[in-house]
């Protein structure tokens, strides 16, 4: 189904069987509330609204309300996979899906890492002109991977040549070996006046990495972690992180000294951001995800239905 016509069905059940204002409405998608009233009249001549709301069951829009109740998120999106379409194309899809009804001038956006940014970003249609004075940032440093397509480097130069936004790269490795490296890195004026930017993200683009002792994104390179800081985080009882700010069961950041030493965006400044949309699925992430929504660090979340039913059963 059209993206248009999905956003109508879903502001007429919030209208119709949630009995929620065009304010409210307005307010959960991110619209004025003299383009709901529009939207709600073009679906009722469309006739998407009759006396029952016509594709409730299709877009799974009930679970998707439920789950926005449980987790006080913003918006929620269960992504539907066309016939035999790979789970991180489907989550991009539906991550571009989302990314679009966001977008409007002067937006400063975080550009994150991994396969399901990396194939959102991909889809992302080309919008040059559309909108104005947009600022890209990459959230964290650059890992020397000969070749990897989804390094946050390139997949911030990717969205912002779509998008016409101005570009701010990290110039820095994901991490370095020792606190006084970074400590030296961050008096470069560029790492300056790029961390300083992670505190006014309007909109962070995201996923959640599990706790592993090589992420899925790395699993042809060298060991991610070393074995000092694996076995300190499973210590303390990682469950996943997201930036590489690693979190327990509850969501409570991890104390540790890998932090000190990662080049990128902390959680106090993910939390800080005005929207953090998360976007990932597939088994593995369950309890990183529901892990992160326990912390609070998501707004907006895309997922699979699988993941969207053990996040609600948990």
Known sequence: MAVEEKVLTKIAYYYYKQDLTQSEIAQRLHMSRQ???????????????????????????????????????????????????????????????????????????????????????????????KYKNIKALQLVGSLNNLGDTRLTND??????????????????????????????LMKEDSLKKLFNLFNYCDIILGSVGLMA???????????????????ELKEKGAVGNICLNYFDKN??????????????????????????????????????LLAALKGNYIDTLVIDKDTADYIMNH
């Open 35 to 129: 383009r709901v009233n529009r939207l709600l009249k073009k679906s009722r001549e469309l006739g998407i609204v009759d006396i029952n709301i016509k594709g409730y069951e299709e877009y799974l829009i009930n679970l998707e309300s439920e789950i926005e109740k449980k987790f006080s998120l913003k918006r929620v999106m269960v992504a539907q996979p066309q016939e035999d379409e790979d789970l991180f194309h489907s989550l991009g899809r539906a991550g571009v899906e989302l990314m679009t009804d966001l977008l409007e001038d002067n937006l400063t956006i975080g550009i994150s890492w991994g396969r399901t940014i990396y194939n959102t970003v991909n889809y992302f249609p080309v919008l040059k002109g």
């Open 251 to 288: 969501g409570k950041k991890i104390d540790c000294d890998f932090n000190s030493r990662v080049m990128g965006i902390d959680i106090e400044s993910i939390k800080r951001s005005k929207n953090f949309v998360c976007i990932t699925g597939g088994e593995d992430k369950h309890e990183a």
């Open 213 to 231: 002792a090589s992420t899925s994104m790395l699993k042809d390179q060298q060991q991610f972690l070393n074995p000092k800081d694996y076995n």
């Open 155 to 184: 997949i911030t130069k990717n969205f912002a040549e779509k998008i016409d936004a101005k570009a701010f790269y990290m110039f820095a490795p994901t991490f370095v070996s020792q606190k006084e490296t970074k400590d030296t």
